[in-house]
């Protein structure tokens, strides 16, 4: 129950997270913004991760987690509703600010959810866990792109972009209520003995897994925020028809979701992660080389049906990504590895997001900007490939952590 009343929490909160990732690029060019200070813009939610997350993640190792999803679930909306505000009047500085103070409020719930998954779930049931967990974005954003379709499309006058993004802000506080609920004798991790981390952690597990996590974050920063501009710029395509693009690739990343704990148990983590994000790849090329041909008719269909493609084979390889990494490390290293996860996707984010700004401002194009994130996904996947070896040899050995924590619940 507890760990239901916290997905279900973090599906509120997603939904704050997914309006913002369908629609504020649109508020903001409708704002009179260029792309590039869009770019900027945006950016700035990820130097705050990447300053907060490390020390945060330190900090809660041996703490109860539930307050910081409180934390979380409270002030995410408010800084959306904040940042709308700001992007209306104009005042730049308060824009930034707001993505900034955005940033540590995710970092709340985005580096506490995984470890209270595993220390308060039997090992059975981490894997549908971690995938549900995962679910709730893509859940939340099919929600939020079918609800922004409709309603923009019949009521038109009631429903502005704005208004959408104010809608779903308020949506958000939602899961200030189910995150109450959760009532448990929370299990913790290993408790900080000492201030010297450095014999705290294994620090050869920890730096093999991030490697990857490092080569594909920055490629995707080069990508996954600006999509929506690609769509826009590259193919004319509206918020409306965006958000219901954008909701049909994610609701295949829910029912992909559902399915890819199955197909790990079966075919293990080489199928469930090495082969479906090298099939990813392949359509991410697919996708960006439509900027090549666009001005012919077929080219947006193209490119929607290969975006619709590579979203799910993309996203339901990240549960399982995460658990494997997780299980790699072993317990007492697992708050760490989820704070420097957030930091290194943030921290790439944002130098990728201050790299398509000056790529943009030369008109270089998205295609190329993409195929340069096709490259680093290759050279990510190739090292998952060389990690799940690894895993496998160290499991046969013995040196892989197998818990059982009783059920609570």
Known sequence: MPV?????????????NASFTLLINFYLDKQGFADYQIADFTSWRFPAIMIFAVPFG????????????????LSSPTIALFIIWAAGTGLTPLIYLGFFLWGISFTCIQITSLPFIILNSPKEHHSPAIALSFMMMSLAIFICGT???VLSNYLP????????????????????????RINLNENIGEKQTNLNISGQYDWNLIGKVIVPTLIISTGAGFTIPFVNLFFLNVH??????????????FGLVVIGTLFVPTVKD??????????????????LILMATTEYYNHLWFAPILAVVFFIIRQPLMNVAG??????????????????VSAL??????????????????????????????????????LGVLWYYYLIRDYQKRKMLGLIEVEQLEDEQ
Do not use: H
């Open 236 to 249: 004319g395509m509206s918020e409306a028809t965006f958000s219901l693009v954008g909701a049909l690739s």
């Open 266 to 283: 079966r075919y293990g983590y080489m199928v469930a992660i090495v082969l479906i994000q090298a099939l990813a790849i392949m359509f």
């Open 147 to 149: 609800s922004s379709y």
């Open 319 to 336: 549960p399982m990504t995460s658990e494997l990494t997780l299980s790699y490390v072993g317990k007492r290293n697992q708050e760490l």
């Open 341 to 378: 996860n957030s930091a290194i996707w943030s921290g790439s984010w944002y130098i990728s997001s201050q790299i398509f700004r000056i790529l943009r401002e030369s008109e270089m194009r998205y295609a190329s900007i993409f195929l340069i994130t096709a490259t680093m996904y290759i």
């Open 4 to 16: 239901k009343l916290l997905l279900t929490g973090l599906f509120f909160v997603q939904l704050v």
């Open 157 to 180: 006058d009631w429903f502005p972009v704005r208004d959408l993004l104010i809608l779903f802000a308020l949506l958000g506080y939602a899961g200030v209520f189910f995150i109450a």
């Open 58 to 73: 330190i900090f809660i190792r041996g703490r109860k987690l539930k307050p910081y999803f409180q934390v979380a679930a």
